[in-house]
Structures are given as structure tokens and as C-alpha cells.
T-cell receptor, first 112, second 116 residues
Framework: QKEVEQDPGPLSVPEGAIVSLNCTYS??????FMWYRQYSRKGPELLMY????GNKEDGRFTAQVDKSSKYISLFIRDSQPSDSATYLC????????????FGKGTRLHILP | EAQVTQNPRYLITVTGKKLTVTCSQN?????MSWYRQDPGLGLRQIYY???????DKGDVPEGYKVSRKEKRNFPLILESPSPNQTSLYFC???????????????FGEGSWLTVV
């Protein structure tokens, strides 16, 4: 079983819809959970990060971590065409070889 | 402006011809890292460095070398490139405290490398 699983998409939704992006993971020791956004031909940029379980909100974005289910989500409200990008989840364990495990990314298209 | 700068951005080269991809950051970060990104495989770490003269292998180091002689620079060297090294390469940097949490990890814009 892969450490981090993420549906590659593509996911196409109409503008204004709520988007839900998800990752599952197998290692219960993961502590930090991150979402990166990557536009075409650009490097990933950190969108949000959370430590352990719970929710974190930043504007239209909400990151959710459910450690009991080993499941993390990113919700985008009022989606805009400018949200069209690839979204990568990532997670890590403090002091474990400095290694961040990335999901393979979900391609998201917001249709005007 | 905080930046990680990679060069070249695009390169087509031939098998066996040594090449270097440069990476420079202007944030005085201790931690720097190289990744490659391939369709279906995601981001995979090649090498990382915790400080000057300190480097270590990531998940896919074969065929690559790095050096960290100065804090701001972390070049990736392909001594004898092969077609399976055709990929999109990213350099990243962070301060040591934030490298694991993901906060303030900065990625370069990427270098598209094709080996024919």
C-alpha cells in the first residue's frame, strides 16, 4: 500500500461550486499535513498546513484532517477559474529523515 | 522578493553529455533540496542539504550529484545523463525549523530537462 494516495483527476467543476479534494494515507505517525497548489509550468506553492487533527480555514479554503480515518481534505468554496491547478497533498513526521511525502496531485479545472 | 532561481528552465541534451542545473536562493535558508516530478509518480526527492558541505540522498539519487559549497547555491549535476532522467526538476529551500512542517518551503519554477 502506498503511503499517500491521491486521485489524479482531472476534476472538472463549474465556477462557484464547492470543491472537495482528498488524500488517504497509511502511516498513522504522520503529524504535519499540507496542501500545495501548482499551476501549469510553475513550482508548487504552499496553500495550507495543519498539525494533527482538526480543521483550518483560510479565506475560501478549508483543510481538514481526520487522523482516525487517515484521511485529509481540502475544500474550496466559491471556486474560481483561477483555482484551476494541480493540488498536491503532502505529509510528514517530525524528525523522520526530513522526508515529506507528496501525493501525486489532483488536476482541477474550474469551468467558467 | 523571496526567490528560488533555477537555470536553465528548459534544456534538451544528448545522452552522456554532462550538465549542471543551478539553484540559488536569496532567503539565507539552511535547507535546500532537489525533486523530480514525473507523470504518475509525483514529486520525488533526489538529494537534500541541511547546510553548507552537508548533503544527503533522497529517494532517487542514482545518476545525480550535488554540492553545497555556499549557503545560497545548490547545483544538481548529471554526470552522464540518460533518457530516463528526462523530467521536470524542482529546487526547494526552507529554514531548518520549517522544513518538516511545510511552512515557508519555497520551490523554484522548475527546469524541464529532455535527454535524447
Amino acid at each position: 500500500q502506498k503511503e499517500v494516495e491521491q486521485d489524479p483527476g482531472p476534476l472538472s467543476v463549474p465556477e462557484g461550486a464547492i470543491v472537495s479534494l482528498n488524500c488517504t494515507y497509511s502511516n498513522s505517525a504522520f503529524q504535519y499535513f499540507m496542501w500545495y497548489r501548482q499551476y501549469s509550468r510553475k513550482g508548487p506553492e504552499l496553500l495550507m498546513y495543519t498539525y494533527s487533527s482538526g480543521n483550518k480555514e483560510d479565506g475560501r479554503f478549508t483543510a481538514q484532517v481526520d487522523k482516525s480515518s487517515k484521511y485529509i481534505s481540502l475544500f474550496i468554496r466559491d471556486s474560481q477559474p483561477s483555482d484551476s491547478a494541480t493540488y498536491l497533498c503532502a505529509m510528514t513526521i517530525l524528525n523522520r529523515d526530513d522526508k515529506i511525502i507528496f501525493g501525486k496531485g489532483t488536476r482541477l479545472h474550474i469551468l467558467p | 522578493e523571496a526567490q528560488v532561481t533555477q537555470n536553465p528552465r528548459y534544456l534538451i541534451t544528448v545522452t552522456g553529455k554532462k550538465l549542471t542545473v543551478t539553484c540559488s536562493q536569496n532567503m539565507n535558508h539552511e535547507y535546500m533540496s532537489w525533486y523530480r516530478q514525473d507523470p504518475g509518480l509525483g514529486l520525488r526527492q533526489i538529494y537534500y542539504s541541511m547546510n553548507v558541505e552537508v548533503t544527503d540522498k533522497g529517494d532517487v539519487p542514482e545518476g545525480y550529484k550535488v554540492s553545497r559549497k555556499e549557503k545560497r547555491n545548490f547545483p544538481l549535476i548529471l554526470e552522464s545523463p540518460s533518457p530516463n532522467q528526462t523530467s521536470l526538476y524542482f529546487c526547494a529551500s526552507s529554514n531548518l525549523r520549517d522544513r518538516v512542517s511545510g511552512n515557508t518551503i519555497y520551490f523554484g519554477e522548475g527546469s524541464w530537462l529532455t535527454v535524447v
